[in-house]
């Protein structure tokens, strides 16, 4: 009577007059977990059959991982991301470094690099992360972001003018009530309170007008109303030169 096939790998051991040592690995460790129910000369493809499941394991943990990088790197705009996007507008043809924008906003220089990831993943600039997409970025201003960062007036305090009540809508329009104010305590007007979009942003604004601009004709929309929204969709057309 034949005796059953052979493992090649087992085969070769015995013709060379030594064990396998795959054999003889894996019949100890299963022999004394107690769940060995292989003779001793299957153990080798009870072996690979072992490290085949572990790689099915690991390949689908590795598409997990995928999927989880790929969420944690676009999981929302965020307000730094539209203050980044306008101080890069704000900068022109001037040629920036990731350091200077986080320099200029006070914001870490990781932050930033995430923001421009975000804004990339969103079509709002370049796969350089250099260019602004100003059409996309225009389109969002004035139809989204007063729905996903949106903003009420709040109690009167100390502050810095922003939206119809800062350049340049203070010329276009003449106030009949409070005026609106980012809290600042280097502020000198007292006005209804509205939250910027980062707490950084009185700062920045502070060190460049042209920026200045922008973010408040930004909280024109968010909390303007109509006559204002028509004013401030103008003006940003303008400084992004698309009218």
Known sequence: MKSPPRDPAVAAGSKSGKSDPRRRCFSR????SGRCSFPPKCVPTAALAFLSYKSDIA?????????EDAMKQHSGMRPQDILVLLKIIALADIPWRIT???????????????????????????????QVHKAALLEFLLHGLKYVFP?????????MPTAHSAPPLSSKIVATADPFVWPDPEGTLRGQSIQPLYNTVPDAA???PKLYE????????RVGRARERRLA???????????
Not at 29 to 32: A, H, L
Not at 59 to 67: F, G, L, Q, T, V
Not at 233 to 243: I, Q, V
């Open 214 to 221: 922008l973010l408040a004709l930004v909280d024109a929309i």
């Open 233 to 243: 969709e103008s003006e940003l057309g303008k400084r992004l030169a698309l009218t």
């Open 206 to 208: 502070r060190s460049d």
């Open 59 to 67: 390949y689908r943990d590795s598409r997990y991982a995928i999927m």
């Open 100 to 130: 200077d924008i986080a320099n200029a906003l006070n914001i870490s220089q990781s932050e930033i690099s995430e923001s421009l990831n975000r804004n990339r993943i969103a079509g709002f600039v370049d796969d350089s992360k250099r």
């Open 29 to 32: 460790m299963w022999r004394r």
């Open 151 to 159: 903003e009420q007036p709040g109690p009167i305090v100390k502050g």
